[in-house]
């Protein structure tokens, strides 16, 4: 945060001051000149070539494709008025080196982002027009470009460039189960990728599925269509519409472009009766639901992926020819690029992957490295838990790798739990997964510091990047240090099992849960094990609501104060304790305009005179974003998360973690003051509390304790009774 406001401040610095310059003249002059016409404005080049300081100085940042670098900006090598220190390329492996050599010479230096083992560019479906048995290639007798033979300016910076340095990204993040990225990761990357592993079996909305439609007939002779299972495809999208949250994406791939064009018809006849999943095909978002075919989804990722094979036995007599499009390719030559296209569709999903099939794997045939890919990957969905068998992240035979491990282990067993040890696949394994029947997954994953704790390069990786990346998976962390559990392994041991009745409570809605900790023994002989369950209770907070103000005329900044002050009166006596920042966006919805710093400035000058006339209570040092407001003497609520507002941890004030603390202690009774914390910021709609407002709410208790409000006892924190319950005091 601090290096994105840094370089704000530096590239604001540079603009030009239009109250001070000349704007008549000049390039600011110029430029403003365009600026005011209603049409007959420059062409973008020559608006460029006319300004190219004044332009670069309020737009540093230039996002163009190489080709608009060559139409936009100024021609020549040497003489160009307009350079960068840096440029990018992002998807390397789909630029030609000829378009990429105009955007180098502009800048001091390069850094070229891509993948190899992705698409190359490509005029295959240009040259297609409509037969797609026919395959485009290049001339291998055209000569005329120096860079010929490379083909993307990927390539040519390994091969030709002097003083390039190369760096693989090793890490895999995207997915969030290692059965998605498995099969590329052994087929392609030779293992290298670093997969974390998941805490959930594979299930429907999880993991690599397989649609088999037997009935499924491809139209080779006709449509080059695939009816049948387009129809499948489209049930599944519905489906996952239905059953899956509104912020999950989805996305269709097609292996050909008639068989995307299929199934994008077959959605819009069925939107039409569904309408009330449109929402699902809103165009408005970065990640809107799209149906393309392979040349087009390099770059895009969704949650939920659907592959429509298409191809497989024929209408005539059901046999099936050993054509698959863009799989068989090999694009002039090269082997590899049939099997690479399949590799870009294979790895575009966060949470799913579904192939949808008519054909067998044993009924391809064919020899061409693309086909065989595609009979190996339909082996690997169809069964993804045998097909890869040597890289499985629920493996019963792992071992520990130290006898520190296998003494935590041990330990565990014996108190009835269910240990696996190196859970998780290709390079990273979480030390020991504890299992939970009730729900299907590891309910805790234990990290000890053994060989993989010490081999991790650099600290950040190691204590901050994997813990967090496995929390965005849904695992939930544990560490034990080795020197602590020599020390005392009965302490570590409780720890351990605190944190599993915590987890236990955070896999469901927050909820207030009975106190009993497991059955801390094994079961005798015979006996069935016993646990305690804990209780589904309930919210005590009320849900957020925010202030309703309803939509107002006018602009924001320059709005009265006598205006504003009403409105920001009555936000604080719906909301209050709130965030200034949080005044401001309520402020700016009701307006409909943009919160630009004038904005700012008109809201907390209100602000001000509200304080100055003790109209409302700053609960910080100075009048800003930063501070909390209240009004006098109001009562202060804690209030959960709602479907309306979710907070951050730092947009609640100290005072309402106080009087939440005080709440839940007094319907938890005695309890411990880390117990007590984290159910207060369970009970604030936290299902992981993040440890910055745990270490807030222990220091909101502490200070409870010393005024009085909660009261230590043998058995822990108590709240005193009182005739008024809570205090709820300011």
Not at 234 to 259: C, H, I, N
Not at 277 to 299: A, I, P, T, W
Not at 637 to 662: F, K, M, N, Q, T
């Amino acid at each position: 945060l601090a290096s994105r406001k840094a370089v704000r401040r530096r590239a604001f610095a540079n603009y030009p001051d239009r109250f001070i310059t000349h704007t008549a003249a000049g390039e600011l002059g110029a430029l403003q000149a365009q600026l005011s016409r209603q049409r007959g404005q420059l062409p973008v080049r020559k608006l460029l070539a006319r300004a190219p300081t004044a332009v670069q100085k309020l737009k540093p940042c230039f996002m163009m494709s190489p080709l608009a670098v060559s139409q936009h900006l100024d021609r020549g090598l040497a003489s160009n008025r307009i350079t960068f220190d840096t440029v990018v390329f992002d998807e390397a492996s789909q630029v030609f080196p000829e378009d990429a050599i105009p955007a180098i010479a502009r800048a001091s230096q390069v850094v070229v982002v891509g993948d190899q083992k992705q698409l190359p560019p490509t005029s295959f479906f240009r040259k297609l027009e409509g037969d797609e048995e026919v395959y485009g290639a290049e001339d291998p007798e055209d000569d005329s470009n120096s860079l010929a033979g490379r083909e993307s300016i990927l390539g040519a910076m390994l091969g030709t460039m002097a003083g390039a340095h190369q760096r693989y990204l090793d890490v895999h993040y995207r997915s969030r189960h290692e059965d998605l990225i498995r099969f590329s990761n052994t087929r392609f990357y030779d293992d290298r990728l670093l997969c974390f592993p998941s805490p959930a079996r594979a299930s429907e909305a999880l993991g690599v599925h397989s649609i088999y439609v037997p009935d499924g007939r491809y139209d080779a002779g006709g449509s080059r269509t695939n009816q049948s299972e387009a129809l499948r495809v489209v049930d599944k999208v519905f489906e996952l519409m239905r059953t899956r949250p509104t912020d999950e994406t989805v996305g269709v791939v097609a292996l050909s472009r008639a068989q995307a064009g299929l199934i994008e018809s077959l959605i819009e006849q069925r939107q039409m009766l569904e309408r009330d999943l449109d929402e699902h095909f809103s165009e408005v978002g970065s990640e809107r639901f799209f149906v393309k075919n392979l040349e087009n989804v390099q770059g895009d990722e969704r949650d939920h992926i659907i592959l429509s094979i298409g191809y497989g036995p024929i209408v005539k007599d059901g046999t099936v020819p050993q054509r698959f499009g863009p799989i068989n390719n090999d694009s002039g030559g090269d082997p590899s690029y049939g099997q690479r296209r399949l590799n870009v569709a294979i790895t575009r999903s966060r949470r799913s992957f579904t192939v949808v099939h008519s054909m067998l794997p044993n009924q391809i045939t064919a020899t061409s490295r693309g086909a065989r890919t595609l009979r190996n990957f339909l082996e690997f969905a169809m069964n993804p838990q045998t097909a890869l068998a040597a890289a499985q992240s629920f493996d019963p035979s792992a071992e520990v790798e130290s006898t520190f491990e296998d003494a935590v282990a041990r330990a565990l067993r014996l108190r009835g739990y269910e240990v696996q040890p190196q859970v998780g696949v290709a390079g990273y394994r979480i030390d020991l997964g504890v299992w939970s029947k009730e729900h299907d997954r590891f309910a805790l994953g234990v990290e000890c510091d053994g060989w993989t704790y010490h081999s991790s390069p650099a600290a950040r990786d190691r204590d901050w990047l994997r813990q967090q990346i496995l929390e965005e998976l849904g695992w939930h962390i544990h560490r034990v240090w080795s020197t602590a559990w020599a020390r005392d392994p009965a302490a570590e041991l409780e720890r351990i099992e605190t944190a599993l009745n915590e987890t236990a409570l955070s896999t469901a809605e927050p909820t207030l849960a009975a106190k009993e900790l497991p059955v801390q023994r094994p079961p005798d002989e015979g006996e069935d094990e016993t646990r305690a369950s804990a209780g589904r209770g309930r919210h005590i907070f009320p849900a957020y609501e925010g202030a309703r103000l309803g939509r107002k005329g006018g602009e924001l900044k320059l709005t009265p104060l006598k205006i504003l002050e009403p409105l920001i009166m009555e936000i604080l006596n719906s909301e209050g304790p709130v965030k200034g920042e949080a005044i401001v966006a309520r402020l700016r919805e009701a307006f409909g305009s943009k919160a630009t710093d004038p904005a700012r400035q008109t809201i907390f000058a209100a602000v001000h005179d509200l304080v100055e006339t003790a109209a409302v209570e700053c609960l910080g040092e100075a009048v800003d974003e930063d501070a909390f407001y209240v009004l006098p003497e109001q009562q202060i609520v804690p209030r959960r998360h709602s479907a309306e507002i979710v907070r951050r941890s730092d947009e609640i004030a100290d005072v309402e973690l106080e009087a939440g603390a005080e709440m839940v202690a007094s319907v938890l009774g005695a309890s411990a003051l880390a117990e007590l914390a984290g159910e207060t910021g369970r009970q604030f709609g936290f299902g992981r509390v993040p440890s910055e407002l745990t270490s807030r709410l222990q220091r909101a208790i502490e200070r409870l304790i010393a005024d009085g409000a909660l009261q230590r006892d043998n058995d822990g924190l108590v709240a005193p009774v009182a005739d008024g319950g809570p205090s709820n005091r300011l």
